[in-house]
C-alpha cells in the first residue's frame, strides 16, 4: 500500500523504469501499442484486453479522441527508449491505480508475447509523486514535458523518443487531454510561452545535476 492515497482532482507526477535498465521500446511499433494501451485502458469501462478491442474495433483507434468516463486525464508525458514519464490528474477514486495497472500489466503481457521473454518488465508498482505546490507543478510540467533533453539519448534510439511537447507546439492535442492542455495554454498565455517556459526549466535542472537520469536515481527534481 501507498504511503500517501492518490486523491481525486490532484495532479501527480508519474513514472517507471524498465526492470534491469532494460529498453521496454523497441521500435516503433511498440510505441505504437503503447499509445493504443493508453487510449483503450483509460476508461472506467472494464475491457480484457487489446486483443479483444480489435475484435470489434479493426482499426486501432491509439490516437482518437478520448475515451467516455476516463479514469485519468494526461497534462504532459514523455517516452524514452527505457522509461517513462507522466503528469495525470485522477478523475475518479483509484483512477490512476487502475490505468496504470491495466497499462502496465498489459503491455508486459504485449512485449513479453512479442520477444519470448518472461518475467516483469517494469521495476515494480509505478511511481508518483503528488504536484504539491504551484512551484513544483511549473517545475515538474517543464522536466516531463521536454524529458528527453535531460537524457543522453543514442542516435539510433531517438526515434523511440516521443513527447507532448509535439502537442502543444502544433496545437494538436491527442493524448494530452483537450481540457487540461488548452487549460495549460491559457495558463502560459499560448504556446510559444509554455514552450519557452518547459525551456528554461530543462536549463535550470540540468544546471542543478548536471546529469538527470532515472538509469542513477529514481527521485524526480525537489520540489522549489
Known sequence: M???PIITG?????????VDKRDIFKNKKDIDRFFESIIEFNQTEIIG?????????????ALADATKDPLVSFV????????????????????????????????TYYFNVKYSRTGSLFQGPFK???????????????????NYKVHYIPKNKSHLVYASDYEYENNNLKIVSK?????????????????KHCEEIIDIIRAERGRVSLLEKDAPPASA
Open 76 to 107: 504532459v508525458y514523455c517516452l524514452n527508449p527505457n522509461h517513462f514519464h507522466f503528469v495525470l490528474k485522477q478523475l475518479v477514486d483509484g483512477g490512476i491505480a487502475k490505468f496504470m495497472q491495466k497499462l502496465q500489466a498489459g503491455y
Open 10 to 18: 490532484e495532479y501527480y507526477h508519474i513514472y517507471n523504469r524498465g
Open 179 to 195: 481540457e487540461e492542455g488548452k487549460r495549460f495554454l491559457n495558463i502560459f498565455s499560448g504556446n510559444k510561452n509554455f514552450k
Open 128 to 146: 508518483s509523486q503528488v504536484m504539491a505546490s504551484e512551484n513544483y507543478f511549473n517545475k515538474i510540467l517543464g522536466y516531463v514535458n521536454k
Open 2 to 4: 501507498r504511503k500517501q
Open 49 to 61: 484486453s487489446i486483443r479483444d478491442v480489435r475484435k470489434h474495433q479493426p482499426v486501432p483507434q
